[in-house]
């Protein structure tokens, strides 16, 4: 079974504070992906990051870092600085290999980051 | 424009009502997906298309749910008879993967939202 758990609702902060949005995920699967959309209030998702299982190193880009720990299967990501923006609905979503042709991409609820000026 | 793009944006129907809805995806990507949003959860995974094939479908697609790709290129996703609870955002998405490469990341487009009244 794959699952993805992200336990904060709603966050509010206000700019250039830093934020970590939370995902835990569940699956059996040793082979998998992990990936951070964001959706702004338009509606259309945007893809942040990729990550798969066998890669443990925490990725930088610009202000958005992730943070992969397989130990306490988490996939949180952090945003410094944040700016109004950022404004958005973040989604954690995970695929898990265990069929080759398993598409069947699993979504968190999501987390609405409201960034106040 | 060359993101995924869908059509109508918003449709509003009465129950029982036949509806189409068309995603036209990134002109060289060979896999579209279809999800259903509702609101405050994250996207379901309803089915997908490596080119014209449909290769996995959800449980969540019922018999009234068909998807189409006839020609590799554009989508049709059709729900017949309509009912209340089918009124969410479907969205489309689509990936290049090129061979043997199962995952890669989705872009999604703006959605059609479905209220069935």
């Known amino acids: 079974a794959q699952k993805v758990t992200q336990a904060q609702t709603e966050i509010s902060v206000v700019e250039k504070e830093d934020v970590t949005l939370d995902c835990v995920y569940e699956t059996r699967d040793t082979t998998y992906y992990l990936f951070w959309y964001k959706q702004p209030p338009s509606g259309e998702l945007v893809f942040l990051i990729r990550?798969?299982?066998?890669?443990?190193q925490n990725e930088i880009s610009g202000r958005y870092s992730w943070n992969f720990q397989k130990s306490t299967s988490s996939f949180n990501f952090t945003i410094t600085a944040s700016q109004v923006v950022d404004s958005a609905v973040y989604f954690c979503a995970l695929i898990a290999a265990e069929r080759y042709n398993n598409n069947d991409m699993r979504f968190g609820a999501g987390t609405r980051l409201t960034v106040k000026p | 424009d060359t993101g995924v793009s869908q059509d109508p944006r918003h449709k509003i129907t009465k129950r029982g009502q036949n509806v189409t809805f068309r995603c036209d995806p990134i002109s060289e990507h060979n896999r579209l997906y279809w999800y259903r949003q509702t609101l405050g959860q994250g996207p379901e995974f309803l089915t997908y298309?490596?080119?014209?094939?449909?290769?996995?479908k959800s449980r969540l697609l019922s018999d009234r749910f068909s998807a189409e790709r006839p020609k590799g290129s554009f989508s049709t996703l059709e729900i017949q008879r309509t009912e209340q609870g089918d009124s969410a955002m479907y969205l489309c998405a689509s990936s290049f993967n090129p061979m043997g490469l199962a995952y890669n990341e989705q872009f999604f487009g703006p959605g059609t939202r479905l209220t069935v009244l």
């Open positions: 298309f490596q080119n014209e094939a449909q290769l996995e």
């Open positions: 990550r798969n299982s066998f890669d443990e």
